[in-house]
T-cell receptor, first 113, second 113 residues
């Protein structure tokens, strides 16, 4: 596609349930990043991938969060046993290579009730 | 740790007014600095960047100068248009194997005709 695609665009889930968020990067982009933005706060870095390896996963807030990437393609961010504080917009970005400008998707708005 | 502080919004200006959105950073060393913009209904996109002290980034009439002495990267535009209404994010990164972008909280700008 023309840009970074994220799905779903909105997700409402009950506390304690698992959720999976998907990111389709721009074709050919080797670097992929996940960020989240909680209400009234800046974007928090979660993890980035170079190809299918994750050199920096320092931003994952707890072991309930995990992410994987298949080759230089789709990435999924999984949140297990969701909590209300996980409510946020989760943003994915990709770049041609590390150090190149990031292209962001429109995000997934996650609401945990 | 590294951090970015930008002026709180929302900011409302009349068309053709002069715009300044302040951004200061705290970091060990000399990062690259960026302004990203998010137009309504769209993903974040790079507006401009500067990679070393005294560099000026510019794009679409916007400018920002990397000031090492004041650790600042204020965004300016001489005459704003309604189409500039968006949320603006200041960010920094060190790159070279430390690729994560650290963002400010964003400033919502509304331009009224």
């Amino acid at each position: 596609g023309a840009g970074v695609s994220q799905s779903p665009s909105n997700k409402v889930t009950e506390k304690g349930k698992d959720v999976e968020l998907r990111c389709d990067p721009i074709s050919g982009h080797t670097a992929l990043y996940w960020y989240r933005q909680r209400l009234g706060q800046g974007l928090e870095f979660l993890i980035y991938f170079q190809g299918n390896s994750a050199p920096d996963k320092s931003g994952l807030p707890s072991d309930r969060f995990s992410a994987e990437r298949t080759g230089e393609s789709v990435s999924t961010l999984t949140i297990q046993r969701t909590q209300q504080e996980d409510s946020a917009v989760y943003l994915c970005a990709s770049s041609l290579k590390t150090g190149s400008p990031l292209h962001f998707g429109n995000g997934t708005r996650l609401t945990v009730t | 740790g590294d951090s970015v502080t930008q002026m709180e919004g929302p900011v409302t200006l009349s068309e053709e007014a002069f715009l300044t959105i302040n951004c200061t950073y705290t970091a060990t060393g000399y990062p690259s600095l960026f302004w990203y913009v998010q137009y309504p209904g769209e993903g974040l996109q790079l507006l401009l960047k500067a990679t070393k002290a005294d560099d000026k980034g510019s794009n679409k009439g916007f400018e920002a100068t990397y000031r090492k002495e004041t650790t600042s990267f204020h965004l300016e535009k001489g005459s704003v248009q309604v189409s500039d209404s968006a949320v603006y994010f200041c960010a920094l990164t060190f790159g070279f194997g430390n690729e994560k972008l650290t963002f400010g909280t964003g400033t919502r700008l509304t331009i009224i005709p």
